[in-house]
Nanobody, 123 residues
Framework: QVRLTESGGGLVQAGDSLTLSCAASGRTISSVFMGWFRQAPEKEREFVAAIHDSSGGTAYADSVRGRFTISSDNAENTLYLQMNRLKPEDTAVYYC????????????????WGQGTQVTVSS
């Protein structure tokens, strides 16, 4: 079974940048899409971004489009999320996951969740 491990979170100020990483170990990921989601306290887990494994096509939530960039290094089996111009409302635990089928915008269609990495943006 593939194991995903997120890293790169931290405490930053509004306007700063962070890059999150998601390293995959174990079995090679066979999912067509890999995604980033986030969950703020007392809120449901929400879609952030996804990337197609072979084409490199991407999708973003409206709230992060133009500020965040998802990318992957298949040779290193690592997924990235470059986050620029961070806002306090970006504060959440960020998770990476592998797509199992269905809509890529629904967290329930993803599996192999990592433990998450905390991102806190102060105003």
């Amino acid at each position: 079974q593939v194991r995903l491990t997120e890293s790169g979170g931290g405490l930053v100020q509004a306007g700063d940048s962070l890059t999150l990483s998601c390293a995959a170990s174990g079995r090679t990921i066979s999912s067509v899409f890999m995604g980033w989601f986030r969950q703020a306290p007392e809120k449901e887990r929400e879609f952030v971004a996804a990337i197609h494994d072979s084409s490199g096509g991407t999708a973003y939530a409206d709230s992060v489009r133009g500020r965040f960039t998802i990318s992957s290094d298949n040779a290193e089996n690592t997924l990235y999320l470059q986050m620029n111009r961070l806002k306090p409302e970006d504060t959440a635990v960020y998770y990476c996951a592998a797509h199992n089928g269905g809509s890529i915008y629904e967290w329930k269609n993803f599996g192999s969740w990592g433990q998450g990495t905390q991102v806190t943006v102060s105003s």
